[in-house]
C-alpha cells in the first residue's frame, strides 16, 4: 500500500529561477489537493483537482504558480521567477470522493529553500 | 481572518496522563473535523475525524469531541506515549456545502514527558 509520494523532499533555488514539484497520489484517489505551509502556521489551500480538472484556485496562488494534472493520475506545480517569500513547505494531499465527507491524506511535503 | 484556532502553541503531559488539545472555529458552515500528527519534515498524518452530525468519535487511545454551539473541539490521547509528542492540527471542511478544501489552525506542540 503506498501513500501520496513527492518529489523532490528537498529543493535550493536562486530567487528568479524556476522549479517543479511532482506529486503521485494514492492510486485510486480522484482528487488531490495542493497545501502550503510557512514556519509556524499550519497548511494552508492554494489549488485542487478532480482527476484532470483544476476546480479551485486560492488567492495565494499568484500568476506564478502553475498547477496541472494532466492524465488524473500524477500532478506538478510550477513556480516561476521564484522569491525568498515562497520558501515554504509545499504539500500534497489526496482523497476519494464518495459517499460522505472525504479525508485526505498527505505526502511527505517538497521543503523550498530560496536564496 | 483565523477561521480555525488552536490557541495553545504548546502542551506537556507525562507519560501515561491524559492529553487534551483543544480547537476553536468561527465559520458555521464548517461540518467536518480532522486532527493530523505532524513530525519534523514529514507531512501531517491523519489521526481521527468527526462530522457534525456526531459529538463524539473514538479510535483506541484518541477520542475527538464536538460541541457544535460552542464551536468547540477537543482531541483526547489517554494514556499518553512518548511516541506522541509531535504537533498536532486541527482541521476543518464545510463539505456538505461542496467546499472540501480543508483550514487549519495553527498547530499544538505536545511534548509527551516519560
Known amino acids: 500500500d503506498t501513500g501520496v509520494s513527492q518529489d523532490p523532499r528537498h529543493k535550493i533555488t536562486k530567487r528568479g529561477q524556476n522549479v517543479t514539484f511532482r506529486c503521485d497520489p494514492i492510486?485510486?484517489?480522484?482528487?488531490l489537493y495542493w497545501y502550503r505551509q510557512t514556519l509556524g502556521q499550519g497548511p494552508e489551500f492554494l489549488t485542487y483537482f478532480q482527476n484532470e480538472a483544476q476546480l479551485e484556485k486560492s488567492r495565494l496562488l499568484s500568476d506564478r504558480f502553475s498547477a496541472e494534472r494532466p492524465k488524473g493520475s500524477f500532478s506538478t506545480l510550477e513556480i516561476q521567477r521564484t522569491e525568498q517569500g515562497d520558501s515554504a513547505m509545499y504539500l500534497c494531499?489526496?482523497?476519494?470522493?464518495?459517499?460522505?465527507?472525504?479525508?485526505?491524506?498527505f505526502g511527505p511535503g517538497t521543503r523550498l529553500l530560496v536564496l | 481572518d483565523q477561521q480555525v484556532k488552536q490557541n495553545s502553541p504548546s502542551l506537556s503531559v507525562q507519560e501515561g496522563r491524559i492529553s487534551i488539545l483543544n480547537c476553536d472555529y468561527t465559520n458555521s458552515m464548517f461540518d467536518y473535523f480532522l486532527w493530523y500528527k505532524k513530525y519534523p519534515a514529514e507531512g501531517p498524518t491523519f489521526l481521527i475525524s468527526i462530522s457534525s452530525i456526531k459529538d463524539k468519535n473514538e479510535d483506541g487511545r484518541f477520542t475527538v469531541f464536538l460541541n457544535k454551539s460552542a464551536k468547540h473541539l477537543s482531541l483526547h490521547i489517554v494514556p499518553s506515549q512518548p511516541g506522541d509528542s509531535a504537533v498536532y492540527f486541527c482541521?476543518?471542511?464545510?463539505?456538505?456545502?461542496?467546499?472540501?478544501?480543508?483550514?487549519f489552525g495553527t498547530g499544538t506542540r505536545l511534548t509527551i514527558i516519560p
Open positions: 492510486s485510486e484517489h480522484n482528487r
Open positions: 482541521a476543518a471542511s464545510a463539505w456538505s456545502f461542496g467546499n472540501e478544501k480543508l483550514t
Open positions: 494531499a489526496s482523497s476519494f470522493t464518495g459517499y460522505g465527507a472525504e479525508t485526505q491524506y
